[in-house]
């Protein structure tokens, strides 16, 4: 986590690689989203998970209901409260989903080159030769030639669960398929993916919505992972209707990109959106396997030029039953953090995997050592030439942070802040040190009762790369004296010493606002 970060041009020691990795208090600055279900969901475990550095807690209503939900967040709250680390509440929709409907759930064995039948029947009984599946309007989505994919939900791929499937022909509402591998469904919940075919469903349905009202109000959660994000024009229907919801007009949107629809109009969605989660699973259904590298690319570098973070999705699938991962998943996780990833997400590897709490700390550490060889110097000119000029007065204060920064050698970086954006700018530049923003909460009413700003915009800042909150004393106003900046500036540097991202003799940047004016300043700590 120091500065002293390696260029990829430079050579690499050989004898540095035999190295034991180190963990700090931050093990990475990648952060880690953890999806909470069976294997992760008491307070022993969740602590541990935390300490092992997952920063946002996955709660994913595919599977589960609320009642479910709600004692495992009851553990994380506990969990949080033991540990003392900060976690935010991601709550990730259904969306248009298309589930095989298997009443007796009971194990079905398919054959090769033998035919199924999709049916919108619900009511008939599961078996080799027919299932039933929540839509009726697939015979109109597809034709003879399309493909469709069948999986367990969350699927590793080394699975025996995952069939293949080529139209053969369409009989009315019912789809007439050959079955391309044989696989034998053994699970509660399949998904059924067509390849490239518009399913005409809502992306936020009745029941997401519902999910939302209840258990989303209940819990003023701070994420929405939109599911299955197919146009601009979802990203907004859907923050019209949190903006009905009270707090949870503060929630940040999230869009999925899970299918080509998603990626022909990335650029509308992106800048409709707070963030990008790139759902790899489903895109590389949807697209050929050479094509996803090249997406993943394309779609985090315009995420880093416009300031969002770009999530990773089923990076270490292997992990779900196996203590290490695969040298091609670690090696994937290491271009994940190269292509300038803020944030790696953990699917069935903490949900329904042995090994939650391993699989975060191994994810961690492999970010950490990717971090140390980023190209830092080359991606900050590329921003600044990406940004042009002239700056916004905000842009040039975080760009000049950053530069200052790396050009003394600073061991951190303390932003003062009060909406976030002060910060996630300065994280925009990807500084080599962390940074510490300081939060300092706002008082605010609605006629009817006072309440402080800050948690939200706090917790909502633990997926962005680099950039760590905390919350100041709510009794400092956000425009504040000299002599008030300087009582948080000891809290903050009091916090850095005794995490230890802060040392004597140590040089730090400082950004915060004095009066109308922003100011930069560098400090040389004494012992």
């Excluded at 909406?419 to 500084?431: N, T």
């Excluded at 997926?463 to 948080?488: C, K, Q, W, Y």
Aim: include cysteine; glycine fraction near 6%.
């Amino acid at each position: 986590m120091n500065s002293n970060h390696l260029l990829l041009e430079e050579p690499i020691r050989m004898a540095s690689i035999l190295e034991p990795s180190r963990s700090g208090y931050f093990p990475s600055m990648t952060k880690i989203v953890g999806t909470l279900g069976p294997k992760s969901r008491s307070v022993e475990v969740i602590s541990r998970c935390l300490m092992a550095g997952m920063s946002v807690a996955r709660f994913d209503f595919t599977w589960g209901d609320a009642e479910f939900h709600q004692e495992t967040l009851e553990n994380l709250k506990i969990a949080i409260k033991k540990t003392k680390k900060l976690c935010a509440v991601m709550l990730d929709t259904t969306g248009p989903e298309l589930l095989v409907v298997n009443k007796g759930d009971h194990p079905i064995p398919l054959e090769a080159d033998s035919f199924v039948v999709l049916t919108p029947d619900q009511e008939k009984e599961a078996t080799s030769s027919l299932l039933p599946i929540n839509f009726d309007g697939l015979a109109k989505a597809v034709k003879p030639g399309d493909t469709i994919f069948l999986g367990q939900y969350l699927f590793t791929g080394s699975e025996t669960t995952s069939v293949w499937m080529e139209v053969s022909e369409v009989k009315g509402d019912d789809v007439v398929c050959l079955i391309k591998n044989s696989a034998v469904l053994a699970g509660t919940l399949y998904t059924l993916h067509v390849s490239q075919v518009h399913i005409d469903l809502p992306t936020l349905p009745d029941k997401d919505k519902e999910v939302i009202s209840t258990w989303g109000v209940k819990n003023s959660v701070d994420i929405l992972s939109l599911s299955h994000a197919r146009s601009g024009q979802d990203i907004r229907q859907a923050r019209e209707y949190l903006s009905k919801l009270g707090d949870l007009s503060q929630t940040q949107i999230f869009a999925k990109i899970e299918n080509v629809e998603g990626l022909v109009n990335f650029d509308e969605i992106l800048q409709e959106a707070d963030d990008i989660i790139l759902a790899r699973g489903n895109l590389g259904i949807d697209l050929p396997p050479e094509k996803v590298f090249l997406f993943q690319k394309a779609a985090v570098y315009k995420c880093n030029m416009a300031g969002k973070p770009a999530v990773i999705t089923r990076v270490v699938d292997s992990m779900t039953d196996n203590l290490r991962p695969t040298r091609a998943e670690a090696t994937d996780v290491a271009n994940a953090v190269l292509d300038g990833a803020d944030a790696i997400l953990l699917g069935a590897e903490t949900m329904r995997g042995l090994y939650p709490v391993e699989t975060i700390s191994i994810v961690g550490k492999i970010c950490g050592e990717s971090e140390k060889v980023y190209n830092q110097d080359s991606y900050f000119k590329k921003t600044v030439k990406y940004v042009g000029e002239p700056m916004s007065h905000m842009e040039s204060i975080a760009s000049s942070a950053v530069r200052a920064a790396i050009k003394v050698k600073a061991s951190v970086i303390i932003c003062f802040t009060s909406s976030g954006r002060a910060a996630r700018l300065i994280a925009k530049y990807r500084p080599t040190m962390p940074v510490l923003s300081v939060v300092i909460p706002r008082l605010k009413t609605n006629q009817l009762r006072w309440t402080f700003t800050g948690a939200f915009e706090a917790r909502q800042s633990l997926i962005i790369r680099g950039l760590f909150p905390m919350l100041a004393d709510p009794r400092h106003a956000a425009e504040s004296t000299g002599a008030t900046n300087e009582t948080v500036l000891k809290v903050a540097l009091d916090h850095g010493r005794n995490i230890g991202v802060i040392k004597p003799h140590d040089r730090v940047v400082v950004c915060q606002k004095v009066g109308d004016d922003s100011v930069v300043k560098i400090i040389e700590l004494e012992d």
